[in-house]
């Protein structure tokens, strides 16, 4: 089933609001699994909390 949504763009987020997102501390209920895995992936590639996403369990082993 693919329940990604398709109006999230993390890259028009700043890097702070998307860590909250990730890390739990700001719910967005419309958010699904594929839009919170967007957000990992575009922190990642700023290279922005990598260790905190580390920590997390969140960060892909490839990055």
Request: glycine share 6%; net charge neutral; proline share 5%.
């Given at each position: 089933m693919?329940?990604?949504n398709e109006?999230?763009?993390?890259?028009?987020?700043?890097s702070?609001k998307?860590?909250?997102?990730?890390a739990?501390?700001e719910?967005q209920?419309?958010l699904?699994e594929?839009?919170?895995?967007?957000a990992v992936?575009?922190?990642?590639?700023?290279?922005?909390?990598?260790?905190?996403l580390?920590?997390?369990?969140?960060?892909?082993?490839r990055?």
């Amino acid at each position: 089933m693919n329940t990604h949504n398709e109006t999230f763009n993390p890259g028009a987020l700043c890097s702070r609001k998307l860590w909250r997102l990730v890390a739990g501390q700001e719910q967005q209920p419309q958010l699904d699994e594929g839009s919170l895995r967007s957000a990992v992936a575009e922190l990642a590639e700023r290279r922005t909390y990598l260790t905190e996403l580390e920590r997390l369990g969140k960060l892909d082993p490839r990055h």
